[in-house]
């Protein structure tokens, strides 16, 4: 079955530590995203990329980096200049020519600094 | 810029029917989007409109847009506990000159024996 995984579900991170929070998909999607969701907030962008080698920022990147060396992956990292990196963090994708069908989710990775 | 607001809460009863309510600001949207959200868990699509439909029906959900207004609501007839989550509206942008979502902040609602 096709779909979007993100791995792993939940992660520790001390402070001052870099982490890499996985996405990955086989539904052969061009574009890919990273949203953090705090509690009230809703969805905010972190990244985005619509095709391989090329990706840009969205609303909140500060402390965040990405890379996109494969169409069907799309890792994110969360740095040590990110002050406040407790969230839960998603991954989505879409084809872009077809955006009426919306966003693929994963299932998220809760990320909580100890 | 673009911006999607909803209500935080709802609570009703077994039984009852839901409507959960959004206005967006983006007057070049091209699609809007309802999706779930169950806890600990990833956003679900649940339905979705074409910005030159007024309304789409798809079993127990009722989809109304009212462009003039820029106001989007989302029936639930019937609502059940299962039905308890976070409903996120979305509308497509194209300010960037990239099509992206962007989300409101939820309306999570609680359905009540």
């Known amino acids: 079955d096709g779909g979007i995984t993100q791995s792993p579900k939940y992660l520790f991170r001390k402070e001052g530590q870099n982490v890499t929070l996985s996405c990955e998909q086989n539904l052969n999607h061009d574009a890919m995203y990273w949203y953090r969701q705090d509690p009230g907030q809703g969805l905010r962008l972190i990244y985005y990329s619509q095709i391989v080698n090329d990706f840009q920022k969205g609303d909140i990147a500060e402390g965040y980096s990405v890379s996109r060396e494969k169409k069907e992956s799309f890792p994110l990292t969360v740095t040590s200049a990110q002050k406040n990196p407790t969230a839960f963090y998603l991954c989505a994708s879409t084809l872009i020519k077809s955006l009426g069908y919306g966003y693929t989710f994963g299932s998220g990775t809760r990320l909580t600094v100890v | 810029g673009e911006d999607v607001e909803q209500s935080l809460f709802l609570s009703v009863r077994e039984g009852d029917s839901s409507v959960i309510n959004c206005t967006y600001t983006d007057s070049s949207s091209t699609y809007l989007y309802w999706y779930k959200q169950e806890p600990g868990a990833g956003l679900q699509l649940l339905t979705y409109?074409?910005?030159?439909?007024d309304m789409k029906q798809d079993q127990r959900l009722t989809v109304l847009l009212n462009k003039k207004d820029k106001h989007l609501s989302l029936r639930i007839a019937d609502t059940q506990t299962g039905d308890s989550a976070i409903y996120f509206c979305a509308e497509t942008s194209s300010n960037t000159g990239f099509q992206k979502l962007v989300f409101g902040t939820g309306t999570r609602l609680l359905v009540s024996p």
């Open positions: 409109i074409f910005s030159n439909m």
